[in-house]
């Protein structure tokens, strides 16, 4: 199957300051791209669908000033926390769609916010 | 919309038993049926997937399910599981056509012990 990286694995940061994920595909390309969020013992959770060289589109209840996507080039994808805070610290997870409906997951990301 | 409801968060089975994990969902639209597997700390690995044609699916690591459209369910079954089967299960689904988010259910926890 494809695959997709992300970088980096596990990240820790002071509150109030940015961190920056990325997500690339490196087997195909992708000209979709997704973003989850992931707590604790529970299920994924959208937060934004990105297409190539356009605006993430964010899911209801997401604050797309604090969570920066782009998607600029058909495999890389990229996620900006900024101005973290502890309520922040999760397990991010990309995934990544090429032509056709399957979509292909990275490892995940975990944040931590001290 | 779609939405997946996976009916049991935790089942424990012990080795070389069969297992049933169960999931079933609700549409207006066709939709395309996935399972996947996560181990602790990790992204998400397709199992197995339910495009069209034959009910029965078979998947990696010996998993395969059943479509149902009368009972809106895809379950997920293994005659003989093993103590690496220890990992959460997520059912998902996404409108057919060209790649559109995954609709995910709560997860269920596969517990094989000896």
């Known amino acids: 199957g494809a695959v997709v990286s992300q970088h980096p694995s596990w990240v820790i940061c002071k509150s109030g300051t940015s961190v920056k994920i990325e997500c690339r595909s490196l087997?195909?390309?992708?000209?979709?791209m997704f973003w989850y969020r992931q707590f604790p013992k529970q299920s994924l959770m959208l937060m934004a669908t990105s297409n190539e060289g356009s605006k993430a589109t964010y899911e209801q209840g997401v604050e797309k000033d604090k969570f920066l996507i782009n998607h600029a080039s058909l495999t890389l994808s990229t996620l900006t926390v900024t101005s973290a805070h502890p309520e922040d610290s999760s397990f991010y997870i990309c995934s990544g769609s090429g032509e056709v409906y399957e979509q292909y997951f990275g490892p995940g990301t975990r944040l931590t916010v001290t | 919309a779609q939405s997946v409801t996976q009916l049991d968060s935790q089942v424990p089975v012990f080795e070389e038993a069969p297992v049933e994990l169960r999931c079933n969902y609700s549409s207006s639209v066709s939709v395309y049926l996935f399972w996947y597997v996560q181990y602790p700390n990790q992204g998400l690995q397709l199992l197995l997937k339910y495009l069209s044609g034959s009910t029965l699916v078979k998947g990696i690591n010996g998993f395969e399910a059943e479509f149902n459209k009368s009972q809106t369910s895809f379950h997920l079954r293994k005659p003989s599981v093993h103590i690496s089967d220890t990992a959460e299960y997520f059912c998902a689904v996404t409108r057919t056509g060209t790649a559109s988010k995954l609709t995910f259910g709560t997860g269920t926890r596969l517990q094989v012990t000896l």
């Open positions: 087997d195909f390309q992708a000209t979709t």
